[in-house]
């Protein structure tokens, strides 16, 4: 079992950062693939990066690349999401996930996720 707290969430402006955490709690995180994804009302939830257990692989969407950033430490429980160069179409409810089977880039792949925090970019 894995529980999943999201935080870091909040409005900011074009242009700005933002560093989302997400805390795990459960045996196997140190063993698991993260992700993040994103959900924007009235569209379907999509996946934005991923990174192996051990930290040494990561994933983008194309969108994100070269503005955000997946990091994890597994001593902490804790895998981030550094936002950089925001836009508005990043607006979006951010969740994160641990891996279960399948694709890192489909969320069907994932077996638990968090309760989402909300990231807001005004232009």
């Known amino acids: 079992q894995v529980q999943l707290v999201e935080s870091g969430g909040g409005l900011v402006q074009a242009g700005d950062s933002l560093r989302l955490a997400c805390a795990a709690s459960g045996r196997t995180f140190s063993a698991s693939a993260m992700g993040w994804f994103r959900q924007a009302p009235g569209k379907e939830r999509e996946f934005v990066a991923a990174i192996n257990w051990s930290g040494s692989t990561t994933w983008y969407t194309d969108s994100v690349k070269d503005r955000f950033t997946i990091s994890r430490d597994n001593a902490k429980n804790t895998v981030y999401l550094q936002m950089n160069s925001l836009k508005p179409t990043d607006t979006a409810v951010y969740y994160c996930?641990?891996?279960?089977?399948?694709?890192?880039?489909?969320?069907?792949?994932?077996?638990?996720w968090g309760q989402g925090t909300q990231v807001t970019v005004s232009s």
């Open positions: 996930a641990a891996h279960y089977s399948g694709s890192y880039r489909r969320s069907e792949a994932y077996g638990y």
